[in-house]
């Protein structure tokens, strides 16, 4: 597994300086969805690379103290990393069977780099944009002390670079999983809570239908229906099961294709 907040290109605090010069500059939405705060064309070099010999770099961000421990034990480093810092990169392992990335930009595409195209399955795992912005809200206040007012001012900054980079890759996913709350979200900044699961459904949207058994996936996930030819609707609580039951059957059928492709 890959995690996606490796390829920032600036540490916590590099990026913290970053913002502030480019607000002395008039820039008020550098954020960390953009090209400046990452490495897109790593990405990549990952998934061309790991495609054609299976091999490749990662590296590991340090979200908190206790990672930071854990990764300086690790790798016996002299000088010790702290919260906010990247590892140094490393070959993957030897002998995998696949590359898993989970971050914000598996299939972005800026100017000449496009890592969509080396992607064999594309996912997309997003909310409707108000309940993203409820989740924000309390998460920030709840593991970072922030106001609503000042994740609001974090919202508006990143609202550029996600229109122009986050929101594109989804036209591109094979497959994406939308959730919508049940509840009236209509002022995100004001909510009390978060909506829960039960409290949700889950949009699924296959850029393909071709081959997808939808009677089958509708007779295992209970109270699930289809709204589109292509568009699968299931409990919001049912969400990890439809995942289990719509990826088992495609992950086994790309191990068999490698399979095949390596005797040949």
Partial sequence: MVEGDSFHSL???????????????????FSHFGPEANHYDKIEALFKGYGETGTGKKRYYLHN???????????????????????????LPDDTDLLFYEGLHGMVTDGEVDASKYVDLG????????????QKIHRDNKERGYSAEATVDTILRR???????????????????QRVPTVDTSNPFIANDIPTPDESF??????????????YLQSMI???FMSRRNTLVVPGGKMGLAMEVIFAPIIQDMMENKKKSSKK
């Fill in 11 to 29: 540490s916590r605090v590099q990026f913290k300086e970053a913002v502030k010069k480019a607000e002395a500059q008039g820039n008020n939405h």
């Fill in 65 to 91: 103290a206790d990672e930071a421990e854990t990764h300086n034990t690790r790798l016996k480093l002299k000088t010790k990393l702290g919260a906010g810092e990247f590892t140094p990169w490393e070959d």
């Fill in 123 to 134: 996912i997309g795992v997003v909310p409707i944009v108000n309940l993203e912005w409820i």
């Fill in 159 to 177: 609202m550029p670079d996600y229109m122009n980079f986050i929101t594109p890759q989804f036209s591109r996913t094979d497959i994406n999983f």
């Fill in 202 to 215: 889950v949009v699924i949207r296959f850029k393909d239908p071709k081959g997808i058994d939808f009677p």
């Fill in 222 to 224: 209970h109270e699930s």
